[in-house]
């Protein structure tokens, strides 16, 4: 997904405190820790939908497999800058953005299965389920490594649970 070393900030599914609202919520997605512009490239063939800028050199893009209502999607988030422009059809494989170049170097990968139109429901999936034998052996070496950085202070599971409710992002 990068050309350059990076490790997970944390795993799928991970509990964090959210200031704003005083409550514990789960995350939809696995966040990783890039050097600064790293290249960041499609992790399946189809057009870049939706670009939101949500600060200055901060932005979000949906990746589907053919056009918007496509039953799955893939969210990037805290990229700095776009290779291709929105409505861009993309190979996996090509090099579509550029991570930011702040302190953090925070990048997002979230996988989204909405069939709401066909059975009512609506998933953020740990990527894991559907990863390819390469991407799941890198997660499986990061965890057993010390690169492995879980916000709860470690991981036990790069999937701390298979999926997450997208109506249900709050801990009880």
């Given at each position: ?48 939908q939706r670009v939101i ?61 909405d069939t709401r139109r ?29 690169n492995a950085r879980a ?22």
């Amino acid at each position: 997904m990068v050309t350059v070393r990076y490790y997970c900030f944390s795993s799928f599914a991970d509990k964090v405190f959210e200031a704003g609202t005083g409550k514990y919520k789960w995350l939809p997605h696995y966040t990783y820790r890039l050097r600064a512009n790293a290249k960041i490239y499609a992790s399946m063939d189809g057009t870049i939908q939706r670009v939101i800028t949500q600060e200055p050199d901060d932005l979000e893009f949906w990746l589907t497999k053919d056009k918007i209502d496509d039953v799955w999607m893939l969210v990037y988030d805290h990229v700095a800058t776009m290779r291709v422009a929105e409505g861009a059809r993309v190979k996996a494989g090509d090099w579509i953005a550029t991570s930011a170049n702040e302190t953090t170097h925070r990048f997002e990968f979230q996988v989204n299965k909405d069939t709401r139109r066909i059975d009512n429901t609506s998933w953020h999936i740990c990527p894991r389920t559907i990863g390819s034998s390469t991407f799941n052996s890198f997660h499986d070496s990061v965890l057993a490594s010390n690169n492995a950085r879980a916000t709860d202070g470690g991981f036990t599971s790069v999937c701390m649970a298979e999926v997450v409710d997208p109506q249900n992002l709050y801990v009880p």
